[in-house]
Structures are given as structure tokens and as C-alpha cells.
């Protein structure tokens, strides 16, 4: 017996490192950053967490990479450096230099994959939807097989996508990229799997993503009888659109925030056009629903920041402060609780509440912290 354990333990010591192996991915990346008064060193270490960053983006696969949510902000980059910890398993560099004022780097770092996701998703942004909703058109008929077919880019989408955006919500057109299959996505939604969709808001670095699937089938064909000798003199389609809007929690969790179906019957000379009539009618109907419903959750998780800000010396600045508080995108309210003393709700990671208000001239931030940050305010 004893002599069986020890075999069972040496088994397990050798295939245990494979098994470790297996879950890292080791890739080549190159980062750059700015040299600031001839500091090489500090420009170095930037320099190499940039390129520690772009592997992690590069494991996960990411449609929309973290420099492009928020550009040239020093708190992302050190809000960057703390997630690279636990995630970057190692890294050696391949290659160093500067040039033009900046330091270059090229290095290989290995990455746990299982991680990087969680790493990217705390950048993510609550008012970034991802949409994807495909329209099934007719079946194509090849030589081998009868295959659905499915159009992308369609009337409900483009309608849903355009509403969105004029009320302000960052959109990410999923179709595009093809970084998402109709086929897959139906099967996700039916059998509850949503490790796929959980992947697809890692990709595209959203909080909320919008799917759906839209069929439509012909209730009455143009020139059925449909009684006393009379022809159908249409295409009598039906239409019908089954999807939700998930988001998920800080824990990975998914969470349903809206699901249903909407159906709509039209008719047309020929199916194509009955079609997208029921696709327009349906996307009217839709979408004010899923505006109310992500206007909710934007209210629901907004957060209590305390801001203050040096240099306001009477009632008159602090006004004015108040006021570009408030028309900050994103900020929900803004509580005057004395001179440079504000409390903010806003929905966002605060790092975005930070740059956003840095931006606006004027501001410096002199301190964060995830629920305090503090400015020096410079009257123009």
C-alpha cells in the first residue's frame, strides 16, 4: 500500500508542473514610454508595464485596447501596473533602447490566461455596449447542404446601434470584427452557457453587451388561396426577435438585466422587403425598452466620490466648479457640501472621473483613491 501511494505521489510531482505549463502563454510584445527629464530608469519601467499590458490584451484577444479608452493619463497607467501583478507569471527582455525621447522595449512575458480577462475587465466601461444582432436571411441551397445564412448588418441593428449612440452610450458594433457568430451566440443563449459571452465583454472591453437573433418565416405565401378564389397578392411575413441584455458582476458573474421576444408581421411584394419592415417595426418598439433598461443600471451602480479642490476662494468659484462637475459625462449628481467640498455619483471606474475632469483645463489632480480625489484648481 505504501509503496502504491508513493508511485501515485511521484506521478503526480511530474505531470503537476505540465499541468501549470499548460495554463501559461509566453508571447513577444514591445511597449514604449516617454523619457521626462532624462529619467531612463523610470521610462524603462513604464515602458515595460506598457509592454506587460499589450500581452495581456493580446492573451485575451481584445477588440478595443485600454490606451484607446483612455489616452496619455499617468492613474491608468499606475491602475495598469497593480492589475499586471498575479497575471504577468514572468518576462525577460529581448531588446532596449531610446530614441526621439522615448525608451523603447521588447520583451517576452508569459501570461496567465485564466487571469488576464479579470485583469482587462477592470477597465471596462458601464457605458460601452456591445451589440450583436443578426437577422437570419432566406437559406442558401450549395451543392452539399441547406445552411441558414445570417445578415450582420441589418435594419434592426444599425436602428438600435444609431439610437444608442445619440444618447451617448460608448457602442461597440460586434459584427464587424468577426469576433462573434450568429450560430454560437443562439446556442450560448439556449443552453445558459455564457463562459462565450462573458469572452465577448472581455474582447471588447464592455460591461454590458446587447445580443439577440432575429427569424422570420413566411405566414402566407404571395398567391396562396386564401379563400373564395382569392390569391394572396403578398408576401405575409412574421417576424421575431428573441434576445438580452446581460452585464456581470465584479465576481464574473452574469447577470441578466433584460430578456424577452418581439414579434412583428408585415406585408410586402416580395419577402425581403416584409422583412425589413418587420425589422424596422420591431427595432421601434425595442428600443426605448432597452434604453430604459440600461439607463436604470447606469443609476443603479452609481457610486459616492468624494471630490475635493484646491484654489476655490469664494462662493462664486465654487459655483463654477460645481457646474463643470456637473456636466461631466457620465455624472449623475453633484452634493455641495461646502467651499471645494463635493460629493459625485457616477457610475464609472473613478480613474475616468479623474481624466475627464483633468481635461477640462483648469484641474490637476494632486491625489486619488478609487472613492476620494483631490484637485488644484487654477481660475482661468
Not at 478595443?64 to 479608452?69: H, R, T
Not at 531610446?98 to 479579470?118: R, T
Not at 460608448?170 to 464587424?176: E, F, G, L, N, S
Amino acid at each position: 500500500m505504501k509503496y502504491r501511494l508513493l508511485i501515485l505521489t511521484i506521478v503526480i510531482s511530474l505531470f503537476a508542473p505540465m499541468t501549470s505549463l499548460a495554463q501559461i502563454a509566453c508571447l513577444d510584445v514591445e511597449g514604449e514610454a516617454l523619457i521626462v527629464n532624462n529619467d531612463k530608469p523610470a521610462a524603462k519601467m513604464e515602458a515595460i508595464a506598457r509592454a506587460k499590458w499589450s500581452a495581456i490584451e493580446q492573451s485575451v484577444g481584445v477588440e478595443v485596447k485600454a490606451q484607446s479608452v483612455v489616452q496619455n493619463f499617468a492613474l491608468v497607467d499606475d491602475a495598469v501596473t497593480k492589475q499586471i501583478k498575479g497575471v504577468v507569471t514572468g518576462h525577460k527582455i529581448i531588446s532596449e533602447g531610446s530614441s526621439d525621447g522615448l525608451f523603447k522595449v521588447k520583451i517576452n512575458a508569459c501570461i496567465e490566461p485564466s487571469k488576464a480577462g479579470d485583469a482587462l475587465s477592470s477597465l471596462a466601461l458601464n457605458n460601452s455596449i456591445a451589440v450583436f444582432l443578426p437577422a437570419s436571411k432566406p437559406r442558401e441551397i450549395t451543392h452539399l447542404e441547406q445552411r441558414d445564412v445570417h445578415d450582420e448588418a441589418n435594419m434592426l441593428s444599425e436602428t438600435v446601434i444609431g439610437k444608442l449612440a445619440e444618447q451617448g452610450y460608448t457602442v461597440v458594433d460586434v459584427a464587424p470584427t468577426g469576433a462573434a457568430d450568429a450560430a454560437v451566440i443562439d446556442k450560448a443563449m439556449k443552453s445558459g452557457n455564457y463562459m462565450t459571452l462573458r469572452s465577448m465583454m472581455y474582447k471588447f472591453m464592455s460591461n454590458l453587451l446587447l445580443i439577440g437573433k432575429a427569424e422570420y418565416t413566411i405566414s402566407t405565401k404571395k398567391g396562396s388561396d386564401i379563400g373564395f378564389g382569392v390569391q394572396m397578392p403578398f408576401q405575409n411575413v412574421t417576424v421575431r426577435l428573441t434576445y438580452r441584455l446581460v452585464t456581470k458582476e465584479p465576481s464574473g458573474k452574469m447577470i441578466i438585466l433584460a430578456a424577452g421576444t418581439e414579434e412583428s408581421r408585415t406585408m410586402a411584394n416580395n419577402a425581403e422587403d416584409a422583412t425589413a419592415k418587420g425589422l424596422k417595426n420591431i427595432a421601434d418598439k425595442f428600443t426605448p425598452v432597452v434604453l430604459e433598461k440600461i439607463s436604470k443600471y447606469i443609476k443603479g451602480i452609481s457610486r459616492k466620490i468624494h471630490v475635493k479642490v484646491d484654489g476655490i476662494s469664494d462662493v462664486s468659484a465654487n459655483f463654477t466648479v460645481k457646474d463643470i462637475l456637473q456636466n461631466t459625462s457620465w455624472v449623475t449628481s453633484v452634493e455641495e457640501n461646502g467651499l471645494g467640498d463635493f460629493t459625485v455619483s457616477y457610475p464609472e471606474n473613478s480613474i475616468y472621473l479623474a481624466n475627464s475632469i483633468e481635461q477640462r483645463g483648469g484641474f490637476k489632480v494632486k491625489k486619488f483613491t478609487p472613492y476620494q480625489i483631490e484637485f488644484k484648481y487654477m481660475q482661468q
